[in-house]
Nanobody, 123 residues
Framework: QVQLVESGGGSVQTGGSLRISCVASGGTFSSLAMGWFRQAPGKEREFVASVASDAIRRYYASSVKGRFTISRDNGKNTVYLQMNSLKPEDTAVYYC????????????????WGQGTQVTVSS
């Protein structure tokens, strides 16, 4: 069973930056594809970014491409999401997710989820 714990959320002004992290335990991290999703109040959870187990293939939602960067450190069992040029519409709870096999942008293809970390961007 894989456990995921996010950290690093907080409040920032428009244009600011944050880096959130997710530490995995209980599985072979280097075999897991990792993803970040977010859910704003009153909205459905949506894909943000994902990275394959090889740390090379990365995918982004069009709304964050060019501003967010996903990365992973297999030695630390950690995946990161560097968020730059933040906008109020980025405000959401950000969730880390993991799955065995290929990376995916689809929520229902991830088996393991963290508890989420709040990111608030004020104007």
């Amino acid at each position: 069973q894989v456990q995921l714990v996010e950290s690093g959320g907080g409040s920032v002004q428009t244009g600011g930056s944050l880096r959130i992290s997710c530490v995995a335990s209980g599985g072979t991290f280097s075999s897991l594809a990792m993803g970040w999703f977010r859910q704003a109040p009153g909205k459905e959870r949506e894909f943000v970014a994902s990275v394959a187990s090889d740390a090379i293939r990365r995918y982004y939602a069009s709304s964050v491409k060019g501003r967010f960067t996903i990365s992973r450190d297999n030695g630390k069992n950690t995946v990161y999401l560097q968020m730059n040029s933040l906008k109020p519409e980025d405000t959401a709870v950000y969730y880390c997710a993991a799955r065995l096999g290929w990376t995916s942008t689809k929520i229902n293809e991830y088996n393991y989820w963290g508890q989420g970390t709040q990111v608030t961007v004020s104007s």
